[in-house]
């Protein structure tokens, strides 16, 4: 029987081919890690419920050059933004590919939803715990929320199920004026997503 749900969000994951996006969706939705996985055709699509009235639809997008004419299809009407990027490579290298896939979505931001998000991860952080994130990056004020993790080992994945609970509730709260949330004072959007970066930075 299918599942109608009143709210729902358009995620899209961004990132070269084998930087571990298709990983990260199994370890998020299905909490479950393959170290074999073929290169996505196109794009995959998940889905993560977060109650009984809320879905994300997640769109990993294939990596490899030769689909990304296809991008733009998969990013319209977007909320969030995952890039993931691998820090198996020397700082230069992540500085261009972040640079990258920060300025096609950009570019392309006429293709998504009014106030979209960008959620940066920085994978595979299980082979080399000392990665830390380049200063020009975690200062990049357009990025709602940066993070270590690794789809192998499942860590820090709980920071991103937390923040996609977070911006779930406001989305529920903000697209329901009048409804207020327990203090009794309607969320200061901006306010909410800066401590939600503070807390997650790694
Ligand atoms: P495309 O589908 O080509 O865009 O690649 P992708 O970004 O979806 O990469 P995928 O998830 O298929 O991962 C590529 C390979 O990276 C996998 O086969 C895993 O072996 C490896 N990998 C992914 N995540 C991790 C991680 O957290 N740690 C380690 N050590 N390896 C990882």
Redesign the pocket.
């Known amino acids: 029987m299918s599942k109608t749900f009143n709210y729902r969000q358009k995620v899209a994951i961004l ?10 969706v199994n370890r998020l939705v299905f909490n479950m ?1 393959i ?6 055709i196109g794009a995959a699509f998940a889905s993560y419920v977060v109650n009984d009235d809320f879905i994300y639809e997640i769109w ?5 050059e030769r689909f990304h004419s296809l991008l733009p299809m998969y990013l319209r009407h977007t909320d969030i933004i995952f890039i ?1 990027i691998d820090i198996n490579q020397n700082i230069e290298d992540i500085n261009k590919q972040f640079i990258k896939w920060f300025s096609y979505v950009k570019n392309n931001n006429n293709l998504l939803n009014k106030d979209y998000k960008i959620c940066l991860f920085f ?5 080399n715990k000392y990665f830390q994130v380049p200063e020009d990056i975690l200062n990049n004020k357009e990025i709602s929320f940066i993070n270590l ?5 499942g860590y820090n994945i709980y920071k991103i199920k937390s923040t996609l609970d977070t911006l779930a509730k406001i989305h529920m709260e903000t697209t329901q004026p009048n409804i207020q949330n327990n203090n009794g004072s309607i969320y200061d959007l901006d306010n909410v997503i800066k401590k939600i970066k503070l807390k997650c930075i790694p």
Do not use: E, M, R
Request: one cysteine or more; charged letters at 20%; hydrophobic letters at 20%.
């Open positions: 990132g070269d081919s084998g930087v571990g996006k298709t990983c990260l890690y170290n074999y996985t073929n290169p996505t990993d997008t294939a990596g490899q993931v994978n595979k952080l299980d082979t993790i690794s789809a192998k080992t």
